[in-house]
């Protein structure tokens, strides 16, 4: 199968281009390398798809509708997985136009690229932000979702909307994916469980928001990828919803589908995760509540099962030493956390 990924040298995109690769699929990714975090974590998953002869690369801002509809006419994708996005919930308040172009400007050029060169599926990512203000849990897909609460959560239901309409226009089979609070090896650097294991490996206090008194449903990204790939062969077809409570618009083929397990964990235990795994008391600055924060996120994957038999199922109590593990090989530091902070804080060359 031939697929195209937009985002491959991100978080995401890179581990569903490897899975994608090792499966024997040829992938075509699409990333522009802006400089939000290190262009070097980047670089280096980029390589490593790199080693593929399936996978070609494109360095390219999606903005640029010409060149996104350049790449559509000469790769053919038979799928196309959106991903790429300007991420993060804080930073929308620092330089919201990022967000316009390219999570609204750049998906329509995705979008509009499938419109005139037909795909099996696509597959975009939304994100649990854009439930905002609901107080019901678990956030079900059927539930209303008006009131989003930052920038980026708005830019995501934008793309929601647009995708729906191309799909009933167009005729395009498109499933939205509401993603949960993923983390993993490979992770970006804002992210919370890197600034957590950063700070305590440096010695430094990490940053605790509303003095720890909320709840994520985290999402291991093994998880996430086992279900996107699971997805992708089940296109959303009208008139054949899979349950009930099916999101599938009665005048397109569109769905939206959480990504998520329902278990939520506090973010105290997170820390504690993070702290018996390096061995190393974690220092903690408790902070009132941000602007954009939410108190709690729970997924319901009753969808999510009645599609494909499955929900996202790793322990935070395995996720996170494996984050760490991965952290303490790609930053160089020794196995032997009696060397970390608290120690002699040695690292080998990295």
């Not at 709690?296 to 038999?309: D, K, V």
């Amino acid at each position: 199968m031939r697929c195209l990924v937009t985002g491959t040298a991100g978080f995401i995109g890179f581990h569903l281009a490897r899975r994608l690769l090792a499966g024997g699929h040829a992938v075509a990714g699409v990333d522009s390398m802006t400089p939000y975090y290190d262009v070097t974590l980047k670089q280096r998953r980029e390589a490593i798809l790199g080693d593929s002869p399936d996978f070609t690369n494109h360095r390219l801002a999606l903005e640029d509708t010409a060149g996104v509809g350049a790449i559509f006419a000469e790769f053919r994708p038979d799928v196309v997985v959106h991903l790429a996005a300007q991420a993060g919930v804080r930073y929308s308040l620092e330089n919201p136009r990022s967000y316009i172009d390219s999570n609204i400007v750049g998906t329509h050029s995705v979008i509009e690229a499938c419109r005139h060169h037909p795909v099996r599926h696509l597959m975009m990512a939304s994100t649990s932000s854009v439930y905002g203000a609901n107080t019901k849990m678990p956030y079900a897909e059927t539930d209303p979702a008006d009131h989003q609460i930052t920038l980026y959560a708005a830019t995501k239901k934008a793309n929601e909307a647009m995708g729906h309409s191309y799909a009933h226009l167009f005729n395009i089979p498109t499933t939205m994916f509401r993603f949960f609070t993923v983390y993993g090896p490979w992770g970006r650097p804002d992210m919370a469980l890197f600034k957590f294991v950063k700070n305590t490996l440096e010695g430094k206090p990490i940053d605790v928001y509303n003095h720890g008194k909320m709840e994520r449903d985290f999402t291991y990204i093994d998880d996430l990828i086992d279900a996107i790939v699971r997805v992708m062969d089940l296109p959303p077809e009208l008139g054949k919803p899979v349950s009930e409570h099916d999101t599938l618009s009665p005048v397109a083929p569109f769905r939206i589908l959480n990504i998520g397990g329902g278990h939520p964990t506090g973010l105290l235990e997170y820390i504690d995760l993070v702290e018996k795994a390096l061995g190393i008391p974690v220092q903690r600055n408790y902070m009132d509540m941000q602007p954009g924060d939410v108190l709690r996120t729970t997924a319901s994957p009753a969808l999510l099962e009645a599609l494909i038999g499955y929900r996202p199922q790793t322990p935070v109590s395995v996720g996170v030493p494996a984050f760490i593990r991965w952290f303490m090989e790609y930053h160089g530091y020794k196995n032997d956390t009696s060397a970390l902070p608290g120690g002699s804080n040695e690292r080998t060359a990295s």
